[in-house]
């Protein structure tokens, strides 16, 4: 069997041959040993031993790091050499919840077939997954971890950020004969993550990171991006990170549109926010006191009413609107905003002046405009 190796302990009256030098189909067969003797007794001692298999593994770890939950997944590709295997030993932190334990095919790596899994009772960490079918050759294992989060400082931008420890499953270091692992971190754009050190560990880049390995990550959250990667092998690595929710970022295009008519001047004004990082709930544009009463908002996704800020933070003759939103606002949001002026008249070679009134978005990190007219 292959599984098995043999040696000769003891041999007298035998002449070893070649496989090759045996008589009729015999020498088609599969044969590990062949002798020939010329006379009897002859002795021949066989020591027969299991051959213990030589496995290496490749392991990425991918990390999501959402503000309401955190989420691991390990690929392990095996390559199991000179015996095959019907158990695989990991290393599983306790403080998630594990929602797969299943074969993978990727990288080259056919699916191992998982019959169950059992956790150590001395030692939870350690898991042992039972396979139906041996394993032998490239192989790849599938884990899935998730926690939930109930962090203020995630949900919000407090300013404060939370430190985590990142203890993510892996390959029993004493059950292979060498790993390569890779650890990728991914988070929204609404998250800084920033390493507090990578002891036993250290910083690649992306490509490198996923240099001979597929991501499993496929199509799957959608809203978070590479933020950090690192290698590790068979040293202890945990990294500490800082995970703070960004400020909110607000950006506002202003579009005025005057169009002048017969006896009255048409206005509308529309604004076009990009919200970065945080949502935001209401919006606030600062306008004339000799126009807030004509102009209408023709935005139902808010509803407007006046605000009293402090008396520095309010132009003279400006009056401020709140727009308070029915959700939370995140990406592109549009607001209109329309109002008429009459004018008298115009006779023959006769003219009237007046001002174009100034709409100000406050509450914004950059805030511009553009004015056209029609007649």
Wanted: net charge negative; hydrophobic share 40%.
């Amino acid at each position: 069997d292959g599984a098995l190796r043999g040696e000769v302990a003891m041999r007298r009256g035998l002449l070893q041959i070649d496989i090759a030098e045996l008589s009729g189909n015999a020498a088609n067969s599969r044969w590990d040993f062949a002798y020939r003797y010329a006379a009897l007794p002859f002795d021949l001692e066989l020591k027969i031993e299991k051959v213990e298999p030589r496995i290496t593994t490749t392991e990425l770890v991918e990390v999501y790091l959402e503000p309401e939950q955190l989420t691991l997944d390990l690929f392990v590709k095996y390559q199991v050499e000179r015996a095959g295997i019907f158990q695989l030993q990991l290393v599983v932190p306790t403080d998630y919840e594990i929602r797969h334990i299943r074969g993978h095919q990727a990288s080259g790596a056919a699916p191992v077939v998982v019959d169950n899994y059992h956790r150590s009772e001395e030692d939870p960490t350690q898991l042992t997954v039972y396979l139906s079918r041996r394993a032998f050759g490239d192989v790849g294992l599938l884990v899935e971890l998730q926690r939930s989060l109930d962090d203020e400082n995630l949900l919000t931008p407090t300013g404060n950020a939370t430190d985590y420890t990142i203890n993510f499953p892996h390959v029993d270091i004493s059950s292979v004969a060498r790993t390569n692992g890779r650890l990728i971190v991914y988070a929204p754009e609404s998250l800084r993550i920033t390493p507090l050190e990578i002891e036993g560990g250290r910083s690649l880049s992306f490509t490198e990171a996923l240099d001979g390995i597929e991501s499993v990550r496929g199509s799957r959250f959608a809203t978070t991006r590479p933020v950090h990667a690192f290698a590790f092998s068979a040293d202890l690595f945990a990294p500490p990170v800082s995970a703070l929710r960004r400020q909110p970022q607000v950006t506002a295009g202003q579009m005025l549109a005057v169009d002048v008519q017969p006896g009255v001047i048409k206005y509308e004004a529309t604004f076009h926010y990009e919200i970065l990082y945080s949502s935001i709930r209401s919006l606030r544009i600062d306008l004339p006191e000799g126009i807030a009463a004509d102009v209408r908002n023709q935005s139902t996704l808010f509803q407007e009413s006046v605000m009293d800020p402090a008396p520095e933070d309010l132009a003279e003759g400006y009056l401020a609107w709140n727009l308070q939103a029915d959700r939370e606002l995140l990406g592109a949001v549009n607001l209109r905003l329309s109002w008429e002026q009459p004018i008298e008249e115009l006779l023959d070679g006769k003219s009237e002046q007046w001002s174009i009134p100034h709409l100000q978005p406050r509450d914004v990190q950059r805030a511009w405009g553009q004015i056209v007219f029609s007649k």
